[in-house]
């Protein structure tokens, strides 16, 4: 069974995604360091200077919208873009305590080498309910409906933290970001100043 796990993960992913993965890996290792070892503050000052000098060494394209629908060289970038992000996201099961800000730090560096400045974005978000949590007087498996999980949501009174990367309008990196209210933001200067005005959380 195992071999044949292998063998189907092997034709799905390709040895180009194989070569960015290995790639970003010591990008994304030396990424959860600075997250272990550096206050916040001191980290988001440093991490934008450095995105922003990656930003200035590379040869940039401008942050533009795409044209509808894009074009052939805009969709090889978006390909690159996605790509990159895939990538970074399977180093990160490799990194111990891999986070979502951990990815999404990782990704913004990756991108900003290749010229595409991006935003991390960190937010929060009330914490889903599991299903015991919601109803821990029905046995375990059992199925719990929609109406039970939101009539108990208002009691749990936890929250989570959630990391995301936009760019070019788009969330490339953090899946759905519906329930999240952003509350910081990680940015290269070459971006907008309004979207870096956001406060640092406490």
Known sequence: MRAEFKESLLKIISRQDVRLTLQFLPLVAS???RLWFTPFARLHAEWRTLVQSELDGAARLENASFSTP????ERALINEVWDCAHAVRRAAHLVPRGSCLTQAMALQLVLARRG????VRIGVGRAELTK???NPTKNE???ISKAEMSAV???TGRFEAHAWV???GRVIM?????RWKPLTIFAPATLSPQTASLSEPS
């Open 116 to 119: 595409q400045p991006c935003s």
């Open 31 to 33: 990424v959860r360091w």
């Open 70 to 73: 894009p074009t052939p060289a």
């Open 166 to 168: 936009e760019w070019q």
């Open 153 to 155: 949501s208002h009691d």
């Open 174 to 178: 953090g899946g759905n970001i519906a």
């Open 141 to 143: 498996g059992a199925e």
């Open 132 to 134: 015991n949590e919601a």
